[in-house]
Nanobody, 126 residues
Framework: DVQLVESGGGSVQAGGPLRLSCVAS????????MGWFRQAPGKEREGVAY???????TYAASVKGRATISKDNAKNTLYLQMNSLKPEDTAMYYC?????????????????????WGQGTQVTVS
């Protein structure tokens, strides 16, 4: 079974940084598309950042320039570094994995395309 476990969430002051991590078991990051999604209360889940199996990255306009997605294949760990956090970044953040190597389909289709989800980690910016 594939398991994704996020960590690193918490309460942060506006303008500050935060790094989220996602450790996978039963899944190999190297060959698959991975991503971070978030969902704020009363809003739909939205994609934040994606990384292809070859390491290419894509970002949502709302976080571009403030977020960096990366992965450590040896540790099977996915990261999301967020800087200059804003109150509107407050949400539950989810790690997501897909069977495809490239994220183009996930970027277009959104959450329905995700094969595996983590349990989420809360980020609160005030």
């Amino acid at each position: 079974d594939v398991q994704l476990v996020e960590s690193g969430g918490g309460s942060v002051q506006a303008g500050g940084p935060l790094r989220l991590s996602c450790v996978a078991s039963g899944y190999t990051y190297r060959r698959h598309c991975m991503g971070w999604f978030r969902q704020a209360p009363g809003k739909e889940r939205e994609g934040v950042a994606y990384i292809d199996g070859d390491g290419s990255t894509t970002y949502a306009a709302s976080v571009k320039g403030r977020a960096t997605i990366s992965k450590d294949n040896a540790k099977n760990t996915l990261y999301l570094q967020m800087n200059s956090l804003k109150p509107e970044d407050t949400a539950m953040y989810y790690c997501a994995a897909e069977s495809a190597e490239f994220c183009k389909g996930l970027v277009v289709a959104g959450p329905s395309e995700v094969d595996y989800w983590g349990q989420g980690t809360q980020v609160t910016v005030s």
